[in-house]
């Protein structure tokens, strides 16, 4: 074990030994290299150095040679500036003084043409050149705006320029202005007399252009000089403008608007022409288009050969008169020609295709001689559109004219029958023609025959209106509703569709009117009360079948409900209007009863006379109602109505009677009286027919028609009957007494009637159900 270890480290300090040899050797090399590299650095630096440093020198010697250089540029430089400065100072000076003679110069030039243009302008002028002279004030104008452009100069010239440009300026508008005024003279009548035709007949306008022109190429030199001077100044627009507010006003308004004036044409040689109105005799309240276009194209041709045929710039002195009128000329045939022009019948729109063609050669005229351009005008589109301006004047007329009717006299009235129906115009077959009917008869008349030979078939009259009487003014509205309607068959369809819905809204209207403007006729006039409630009703009627019967020939889209939703507003209307005049006869008559002093303490004479005369003047009321009601109502509603008031007036009798606490033997006798006259004279008010031997079928059922009458006949023998006779009537409740009064009402009235007795006791006792 020893040895090993012993070996180990022998060997290992052997090897030790032989690295560090190795080691040191490696070593040497290294410096060995490292000196040859420092040599050959130390050779190159202070060898090399002496070379470098001899080129050094040789650049320091070209730089201090460059930097003299400099110096000298330096030096030059500085000499340069200063002339330099020294010539930017002259030029500025000779630039100055430059400016100044070109600015002399040219205003030098700006008063020499200034002076030419003035004399030019004045050699105009004189020679009635107007367009030259005004060309040359022009000219003369934009030279003085020239020199006052320079803002520089302090000379007075061009103020004084200025003042005289102006003054010349003013000179020539003057004379064109005079010239114009001998071009056209207008003899024009006071404006205080416009009131009439005849006011306008003193309108003349007198053309000063020389002799009549038969070539409208040939102009005056003078009107073209004049013209176009104007135009130049800017003065012609206004003088155009004024010109055609006069001849509007006073001689193209009046000739749109009375048909019997027309335009006069005078031609006076070597002097010119006169246009003046004249009147000729006519009827016609509106003048025809053709008239109108006739009259109009008169004037402007005329003024278009004499005056305005006259070019100035780009356009003639006739299309800048044509701009300035048309608008207001248009409207104004529009308004009091075409308007009146349109067909009140559908039928005569076909034949409105003849002033459609007047119309366009009228505007075809006009374009020719300049006054219009443009393709479509607002005039031509109005005739054009006829068919909608006829729905529009119809609906409006037939709207003006259900107005009337609803704010006229409700008094005059006519009888209504079971045989009464409107007069529908007959109408065409919408579907097939005759043959397709009389065969789809033939295919179904055998089975119909069969069909309905036993069966039982209704009155002729069944679902007819019952006698009665409505006021003219409505039969006529309802006239005029199928009138429309018929015209609505034949028109075009949107015009059909506006005459419908017109329709509908004449009797919109008339729910909205009648029932507004006749309010207090109807509550002070019973008479109207009960006409109102018929034409209500009359209407409702109608109303049912109207749409049927027109509704294979319109227009109208599936769903439309035509007429007949206006039925039951009709029937409130109605009902509304003779429910308030009722209740105000129940007032009355209940005020008159209030007088009676609820019929107690009759024994008093005063009492009894009072009483008396309220039963008295009830019945006199019911009988008056009677009388005015009478032949106007139905007969069902007069029998209703009278029923219900008189209804009234026996419930007010016995709730009274029935509250007196104590009836002593005459207060009975005299209450059994009054009870008595009601009975007797009650069914005479029942008059609802002018034939008194008609009458007595409908007094004899008064019991049908008030509900309280067999209460008062009871009550009327209760007041006169023994205790026994009470308790027989009453019969344990099956009695008649039984049927009209309760137990407690039956016992009240026999304590009132009879003393506090066994007799009275036992017959209480008996009065039960």
Same mark, same amino acid.
């Given at each position: ?30 410096v ?13 630096k ?5 070379s ?6 040789e ?5 201090e ?22 010539? *930017? ?8 003084q ?7 110069i040219?205003?030098l030039? @700006?008063?020499?043409?200034?002076d030419?243009?003035m004399?030019? !302008? ?9 367009? *030259? ?9 934009a ?11 302090? %000379?007075?010239l061009?103020q ?19 010239? &114009?005024?001998?071009?056209?003279v ?11 035709m ?7 306008? @007198?053309?000063? $252009?020389?002799a009549?022109?038969a ?26 403008k ?20 027309v ?17 000729? =005799?006519?009827?016609? /309240? ?20 004499q005056?305005?045929?006259v070019p ?6 006739? =299309? ?7 608008e207001e000329?248009?409207?104004?045939i ?14 005569? %729109? ?12 009228? /505007? ?33 007329d *037939?709207?003006?004219a ?11 009235? *006519? ?35 069969? $069909? ?13 209106l019952?006698?009665?009487?409505v ?6 509205l #309802? ?13 075009s369809?949107?015009c ?6 017109t329709?509908?809204?004449?009797? @919109? ?16 006039l ?10 209500? #009703? ?11 019967q ?11 409900? !035509? ?31 209030s007088?009676?002093r ?7 004479? =005063?009492?009894?006379s ?5 039963i008295?003047?009830v ?9 005015? &009601?009478?032949d ?12 219900t008031?008189l ?5 007010e009798l ?22 008595q ?5 009650g ?5 609802p027919l ?9 007094? =004899?059922?008064?019991?049908?028609y008030?509900?309280?009458?067999m $209460? ?9 009957a023994? %205790?026994? /006779?009470?308790?027989d ?18 016992k009240?009235?026999i ?17 039960v159900?």
């Amino acid at each position: 074990m020893s040895s090993f270890v012993t070996e180990v480290l022998a060997s290992s300090g052997k090897l030790e030994k032989d690295d560090l040899a190795c080691k040191i050797s490696k070593l040497s090399r290294k410096v060995e290299a490292t000196k040859e590299e420092v040599t050959d650095m130390i050779n190159k630096k202070y060898t090399e150095f002496i070379s470098s440093m001899e080129a050094a020198d040789e650049l320091v010697d070209q730089v201090e040679s460059v930097s003299k250089d400099i110096d000298l540029l330096k030096s030059f430089v500085v000499a340069v500036k200063q002339n330099l400065h020294d010539a *930017v100072t002259e030029y500025g000076k000779l630039k100055q003084q430059l400016e100044k003679n070109t600015m002399v110069i040219g205003m030098l030039q @700006h008063l020499q043409e200034f002076d030419m243009a003035m004399e030019e !302008y004045h050699k105009a002028l004189q020679e009635k050149n107007y367009v *030259v002279a005004a060309k040359q004030h022009g000219t003369a104008q934009a030279n003085v705006d020239a020199l006052k452009a320079w803002k520089d100069t302090e %000379l007075p010239l061009p103020q004084a320029l200025s003042s005289e440009i102006t003054i010349q300026r003013e000179n020539l508008i003057y004379h064109l202005g005079e010239e &114009w005024k001998k071009l056209a003279v207008w003899k024009l009548p006071s404006t205080k007399e416009l009131t009439s035709m005849k006011s306008f007949l003193t309108t003349a306008l @007198h053309l000063n $252009t020389g002799a009549c022109k038969a070539d409208d190429s040939v102009q005056d030199p003078l009107l073209v000089s004049i013209l176009q001077a104007l135009s130049v100044q800017g003065e012609l627009h206004k003088k155009i403008k004024l010109f055609g507010q006069v001849l509007f006003k006073y001689m193209l308004k009046p000739l749109i608007l009375y048909p019997s004036l027309v335009v006069e044409v005078n031609c006076q040689p070597e002097q010119g022409i006169v246009l003046s109105l004249q009147c000729e =005799e006519t009827k016609a /309240e509106h003048p025809k288009p053709s008239q109108v276009y006739t009259k109009v194209l008169t004037v402007l041709t005329t003024l278009h050969k004499q005056l305005f045929d006259v070019p100035v710039g780009e356009k003639k002195v006739s =299309e800048i008169l044509g701009d300035l009128i048309w608008e207001e000329m248009s409207d104004c045939i529009i308004s009091d020609c075409l308007v009146h022009s349109i067909p009140t019948n559908s039928s005569h %729109l076909a034949e409105y295709s003849t002033v459609i063609k007047q119309t366009e050669e009228f /505007e075809s005229s006009l374009k020719k001689m300049g006054y219009l351009t443009g393709d479509s005008t607002d005039l031509l589109k109005y005739a054009r559109n006829v068919n909608c301006h006829f729905a529009s004047k119809k609906c409006q007329d *037939v709207i003006v004219a259900a107005r009337k009717l609803m704010t006229s006299d409700m008094h005059n009235t *006519v009888k209504i029958t079971p045989e009464y129906k409107l007069s529908i115009p007959k109408l065409p077959n919408p579907a097939g023609g005759e043959k397709e009917k009389k065969e789809l008869i033939k295919k179904s008349g055998y089975r119909n025959q069969q $069909t309905l030979e036993n069966e039982k078939q209704l009155s002729q009259h069944t679902l007819c209106l019952p006698v009665c009487r409505v006021s003219e003014s409505v039969q006529q509205l #309802m006239d005029l509703a199928i009138h429309t309607l018929s015209e609505a068959v034949g028109s075009s369809p949107q015009c059909a569709v506006q005459l419908f819905y017109t329709v509908r809204n004449i009797f @919109h209207l008339f729910y909205d009117v009648v029932p507004t403007y006749h309010k207090e006729n109807f509550l002070k006039l019973p008479h109207l009360a009960a006409i109102q409630h018929n034409n209500c #009703m009359f209407i409702a009627h109608h109303l049912l079948t109207l749409g049927h019967q027109f509704k294979p020939h319109l227009p109208l889209k599936d769903g439309v409900a !035509y007429f007949v939703d206006l039925v039951p507003g009709f029937r409130r209307l109605g009902a509304r209007c003779f429910v308030a005049q009722m209740n105000v006869q129940k007032a009355e008559m209940l005020e008159r009863l209030s007088t009676a002093r609820n019929f107690s303490n009759l024994d008093d004479e =005063e009492n009894y006379s009072v009483a008396s005369k309220a039963i008295r003047q009830v019945i006199h009321q019911l009988r008056r109602l009677g009388k005015v &009601w009478q032949d106007v109502l139905p007969v069902n509603i007069y029998c209703k109505a009278m029923g219900t008031l008189l209804n009234t007036a026996i419930c007010e009798l016995i709730n009274k009677i029935m509250m007196l606490e104590d009836i002593s033997n005459e207060d009975g006798d005299r209450l059994r009286t009054l009870c008595q006259t009601i009975i007797e004279e009650g069914p005479l008010v029942f008059t609802p027919l002018p034939d008194e031997n008609k009458n007595k079928k409908y007094q =004899e059922e008064v019991p049908v028609y008030v509900k309280k009458w067999m $209460t008062l006949k009871e009550l009327s023998i209760v007041l006169n009957a023994s %205790l026994q /006779e009470i308790v027989d009537r009453w019969a344990e409740g099956k009695g008649p007494l039984g049927v009209e009064f309760s137990c407690n009402e039956m016992k009240s009235l026999i304590r009132a009637l009879f003393k506090n007795t066994e007799r009275r006791a036992a017959a209480l006792t008996k009065i039960v159900k």
